[in-house]
């Protein structure tokens, strides 16, 4: 009877600690397996989903059957953190058999056919496109997207219009990749595509809390990146390396390894682990490798937001997160009298002057004198709704 009301009492005090972890459903984070190249799928506690790049062309069959095995409906939101191939090369596919809500990219021009057939296929299935421009009222401050239970993914790069790309870079493509926080709780994961050394500069000028407690390490661990300054602002506790066995281009680099383990970050790869999956409980990371001398789970710690300064924010202005619908792409002038259009083999049809009309490759198109004729055959896009 002592013991039973001994058991009553500290059951009583976990329950009522301060700690979230016994409050907090699990985030998942998986590092996909797609062998030269980056794609990472987010599944909130809620059970939002996010894509972050879609792998080279070579792993887009067995991408699209692991995402299909993990999500089901459309993705909420694919990211393409910046143009190149080894980040989009599965995403038509996926798209076209997994479906998506919303899109979102740089908006950075960039003249591949490949990136043209992703545009394309964005303008018929996707139900928004978008770019990470600053919310208007709060310039200062990142985009940022709630996905649940206060999980928040924040952009912290691209700032298009509130500053222009970064160019003159050793790859500009690169260089103006979205580089994303996601947080929970105590913990937090940054995504940072292929950023160069001049992106880290340009976001280490500017303050906020880029502490981490896992990076998807820059540019498959390319020797430029993950800068020693940049790594000393995000102290990572994990760092994950999206990378293929014996790649042509020598990644992970030693030179990024060494600067890695300077701060104490505890590193997987793809190409030696396979797929690593990271769970939060909000205090705590759980990584987890399919195969290979990382396959025991390793917990790290979650250390919370750090002290940054404040951020100049209007006053009077709230700053909290969005949820997950967006504000559109672009600007998009609510003028009377114009026409609308529809892709090729589209459902949906948008104002004349969206932004996506200007981006997609084909020219075959429906035009439609006005709306009411629009709405007869086609439904409203999202993204500049029509
Ligand atoms: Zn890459
Ligand atoms: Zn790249």
New binding site residues.
């Given amino acids: 009877m002592a013991f039973a009301r001994l058991l009553l009492a500290l059951l009583l005090l976990f329950a009522a600690s301060p700690g979230q972890a016994a409050s907090l459903r699990p985030l998942s984070v998986y590092f996909l397996d797609v062998g030269q190249g980056d794609a990472a799928l987010v599944v909130s506690p809620t059970g939002k989903t996010v894509l972050i790049d879609a792998g080279p062309p070579e792993a887009q069959i067995s991408l699209v059957s692991r995402v299909k095995q993990l999500v089901n409906g459309p993705l909420d939101l694919i990211i393409l953190t910046?143009p190149?191939l080894?980040?989009l090369g599965g995403m038509s596919r996926v798209i076209q058999t997994v479906g998506v809500r919303r899109f979102m990219d740089p908006g950075f021009d960039h003249p591949s056919d490949a990136y043209r057939k992703v545009l394309d296929v964005v303008g018929q299935e996707a139900g928004q496109v978008m770019t990470p421009t600053p919310n208007a009222a709060t310039p200062d401050a990142p985009l940022s997207i709630g996905l649940g239970e206060g999980a928040t993914l924040s952009i912290f790069w691209p700032r298009v219009p509130q500053e222009p790309f970064l160019k003159n870079t050793r790859?500009d493509?690169?260089s103006n990749s979205i580089v994303a926080k996601l947080t929970y709780g105590d913990t937090s994961f940054l995504f940072t595509g292929?950023a160069e050394p001049e992106t880290e500069a340009r976001l280490l000028r500017q303050p906020q809390d880029y502490s981490a407690t896992v990076l998807k390490v820059a540019h498959h661990g390319g020797r430029y990146s993950s800068t020693a300054p940049f790594l000393e602002a995000v102290r990572p506790q994990a760092a994950v390396i999206s990378c293929g066995a014996r790649n042509d281009y020598g990644h992970p680099t030693r030179e990024a390894l060494d600067r890695l383990g300077q701060v104490g970050a505890r590193v997987w790869r793809t190409d030696r682990d396979g797929e690593v999956r990271a769970v939060s409980d909000g205090e705590r990371v759980t990584l987890t490798a399919a195969r290979g001398s990382a396959a025991a789970p390793v917990v790290v710690r979650g250390l919370g937001a750090r002290a940054v300064p404040p951020v100049d924010t209007p006053r009077g202005t709230k700053s909290g997160p969005v949820e997950i619908s967006v504000e559109p792409r672009g600007p998009s002038p609510r003028g009377e009298g114009g026409r609308f259009v529809s892709l090729k083999g589209s459902k949906v049809f948008h104002r004349e002057d969206c932004a996506t009309l200007k981006r997609a490759k084909t020219q075959e198109r429906t035009v439609y004198p006005d709306r009411a004729s629009a709405m007869k055959e086609r439904r409203p896009s999202e993204d500049c709704k029509p």
């Fill in positions: 910046h190149h080894d980040h790859s493509a690169n292929d």
